[in-house]
């Protein structure tokens, strides 16, 4: 039980996959506009990271190690179409403010990155709780922002007016603000570890793109890069 | 409105009012990555543009000769994916095999590319804006070109902010979302403008 609460924590704070490890950032900086949505969008992906962390560590040994990403986008892209149909039912709302959002889970780097990093080495019920973690680590964050950027750029908080009418900045919650705030996050938290006495250098994950998931984010040259320089030979 | 009309209309918006990644924040990933040096910029908005076009075309004739009829529609999501992964494969082999010179400047940047969530984010978009075959192919080129634009701006503003000399807390990373802040602002001026201009 103590390693799982590590495992827990990991997730939450000292690999916290949006401001250390910085992956999947583009539905950070997008959904953070109200508190709602990114509570919405933080549940979605803790959901999908949860169940398909799971499967694939329950299917680790069956899955062939080459064609091993093909498999794990089926199994994430099956659980973000669950997703999808039941906000579609029962929440439209929601499902209409994340929009495009929501399908692109399938591409979030934090899912194939943990599929690839923890769940295909370790056992379901570690995996189970790396998905949590590393999904409410996710949540924290977005709503973080989002609590900010909703009340200083709309003067609300989860639709209740707070700041009254015309003191908006709204500015930040539009895009400029999007990329300012997130950026204002990581450098608190840069400050944050410097005053422990901690370097932190923040670099996008997956060493810049989430396409390099696709190749296994862990060290692994590009296939095309080795097969070019054998041909160049 | 004419086809024609329509046709600028989609490659104006998709470049610069609804630009994927100074606007929508699809694609921050590589916008971020990247854009350090220019010649990888050049290679990964060639290869984004010429998967884009290609994948528009290909999930629209999917989704409409063979989803709809069969009544899969509901899966689009995860068939689109597939057909990307799919694609990119193909088109890898292709040109290594037949366009050897095409292929040594986007080799690879292309499976860079299978994840990138502005390719499954246009074909998905192209399906909700009910774009028939030629506008599906025109808004694909067109947000790979407003991606492309992005990049290279971008690429410039990063080169300045090099002899920059910002706080230290915000060295590195936050420092570029910043100067991303900023350079994104710019393209907030095209807001609005349109449809005024094509209307």
């Known amino acids: ?233 | 409105m004419s086809e024609g009309a329509k046709l600028l209309l989609i490659v104006f918006t998709m470049v610069f009012t609804e630009n994927y990644v100074l606007v929508q924040f699809v694609a921050i990933c590589p916008f971020l990555g990247v854009s350090q040096k220019f010649d990888s910029c050049v290679g990964m908005s060639g290869a984004v543009i010429f998967v884009m076009t290609l994948a528009s075309a290909a999930t629209y004739l999917i989704y409409t000769y063979v989803m709809v009829p069969l009544g899969l529609a509901y899966l689009s999501t995860i068939i689109f994916i597939l057909v990307i992964a799919a694609l990119v494969q193909f088109v890898e082999i292709v040109l290594k095999k037949y366009m050897p010179p095409l292929y040594k400047a986007l080799g690879i940047y292309l499976p860079l590319i299978t994840t990138n969530c502005a390719v499954l984010a246009v074909t998905l978009l192209n399906i909700s804006d009910e774009y028939n075959l030629l506008e599906s192919c025109v808004d694909g080129f067109a947000a790979g070109v407003g991606f492309g634009l992005a990049l290279i701006l971008f690429c410039g503003v990063r080169r300045s902010l090099e002899r920059a000399n910002p706080p230290k807390a915000f060295q590195g990373l936050p420092i570029t979302l910043i100067a991303a802040a900023l350079t994104s602002m710019t393209f907030m001026g095209f807001t609005g403008i349109a449809d005024k201009l094509f209307a």
């Open chain 1, 1 to 233: 039980m103590k390693k799982k609460m590590a495992i827990l924590k990991n997730g939450l704070f000292t690999e916290n996959p949006v401001l250390i490890l910085v992956l999947g950032c583009c539905s950070v900086l997008a959904i953070s506009v109200t508190v709602k949505g990114a509570l919405g969008m933080g549940l979605a992906l803790t959901f999908v990271l949860v169940c398909s962390n799971v499967v694939i560590s329950a299917l680790r040994k069956l899955i062939p190690d080459q064609i091993r990403i093909p498999c794990y986008i089926v199994v994430i892209a099956t659980f973000v179409t669950i997703v999808q149909m039941v906000l579609e039912a029962y929440i439209p709302e929601l499902y209409k403010a994340l929009g495009i959002f929501l399908a692109l889970i399938v591409v979030n780097c934090i899912i194939l990155g943990r599929a690839e990093m923890f769940a295909n080495k370790n056992t379901v019920g570690d995996s189970f709780f790396d998905g949590l973690g590393m999904g409410l680590g996710y949540t924290m964050v977005i709503v973080g922002i989002s609590v900010f950027r909703e009340l200083v750029g709309n003067g609300t908080l989860l639709g209740y007016r707070i700041i009254p009418e015309g003191y908006q900045i709204r500015i930040i919650t539009q895009t400029p603000g999007g990329f300012f705030c997130f950026a204002c996050a990581m450098a608190i938290l840069i400050a944050a570890l410097d005053k422990k006495g901690k370097k932190f250098n923040p670099q996008i994950g997956c060493d810049g793109c989430c396409g390099n998931c696709n190749l296994g984010c862990t060290s692994r040259t590009p296939v095309t890069d080795k097969t070019s320089k054998e041909a160049e030979k």
